[in-house]
Nanobody
Framework: QVQLVESGGGLVQAGDSLRLSCAATGRPVNTFTMGWFRQAPGKEREFVSGITWNGGRTDYADAVKGRFTISRDNSKSMVYLEMNNLKPEDTAVYYC???????????????????WGQGTQVTVSS
């Protein structure tokens, strides 16, 4: 079993920055793709960003390209999402997810990820 715990969310103003963290415990995760998703009220969960096991590849949703940066520190079993120039439309619960499959891909569909955190709320006021 793997447990994922997100932190770093909060209430900020448009243009501000936040750094989300995801801590993985239970089993080593340094060989698996990890991703960040978000879900706004009344909307489906959507892909935000993903990173392969060694950080060699990253992917971003068009809505966050150029503003968000994903990274990971396998020595600490941590994944991060640096979010800059936040907009009100970024308001959502942000989830960390683990793919748990030995392949170098970054799926964008939530059902391709096996483990999920409980989420952290990000609210951006205008």
């Amino acid at each position: 079993q793997v447990q994922l715990v997100e932190s770093g969310g909060g209430l900020v103003q448009a243009g501000d920055s936040l750094r989300l963290s995801c801590a993985a415990t239970g089993r080593p995760v340094n060989t698996f793709t990890m991703g960040w998703f978000r879900q706004a009220p009344g909307k489906e969960r959507e892909f935000v960003s993903g990173i392969t096991w060694n950080g060699g590849r990253t992917d971003y949703a068009d809505a966050v390209k150029g503003r968000f940066t994903i990274s990971r520190d396998n020595s600490k079993s941590m994944v991060y999402l640096e979010m800059n120039n936040l907009k009100p439309e970024d308001t959502a619960v942000y989830y960390c997810a683990l793919r748990w499959k030995l392949e170098v891909t970054i799926p964008i569909q939530p059902n391709e990820y096996f483990y999920w955190g409980q989420g952290t709320q990000v609210t951006v006021s205008s």
